[in-house]
């Protein structure tokens, strides 16, 4: 059974750094593309950031420039770096693997999601 495990959230004040981890551990052939969404109360999960098996990556408007996505290919695990953190980047971050091949089937993961909070 494939789980997602995060960890690296917390409180930090305005213009601040913090880095995610997520580590997909099980039994794992292939994973298309990892990601990072991010989610607070009453409001959709909007992406954050995703790098894909080749290490293309793409970003939300809003982090451009101050996050930065990296993945290691060997562990199954992807980052993210939050550089000068704002206010609003206060959310629940949850990580995604997307199509992740088991050996048996096709399906997309998620993180149990982990709390950033920036204060100003």
């Known amino acids: 059974q494939v789980q997602m495990v995060e960890s690296g959230g917390g409180l930090v004040q305005a213009g601040g750094s913090l880095r995610l981890s997520c580590a997909a551990s099980?039994?794992?052939?292939?994973?298309?593309?990892m990601g990072w969404y991010r989610q607070t109360p009453g409001k959709r999960r909007e992406l954050v950031a995703t790098?894909?098996?080749?290490?293309?990556?793409n970003y939300a408007d809003s982090v451009k420039g101050r996050f930065t996505i990296s993945r290691d290919y060997a562990k199954n695990t992807v980052y993210l770096q939050m550089n000068s953190l704002k206010p609003e980047d206060t959310a629940v971050y949850y990580c995604?693997?997307?199509?992740?091949?088991?050996?048996?089937?096709?399906?997309?993961?998620w993180g149990q999601g982990t709390q950033v909070t920036v204060s100003s």
């Open positions: 099980g039994t794992i052939v292939y994973i298309n593309a």
């Open positions: 995604n693997a997307d199509r992740l091949y088991s050996g048996t089937h096709v399906d997309d993961y």
């Open positions: 790098i894909t098996s080749d290490g293309t990556t």
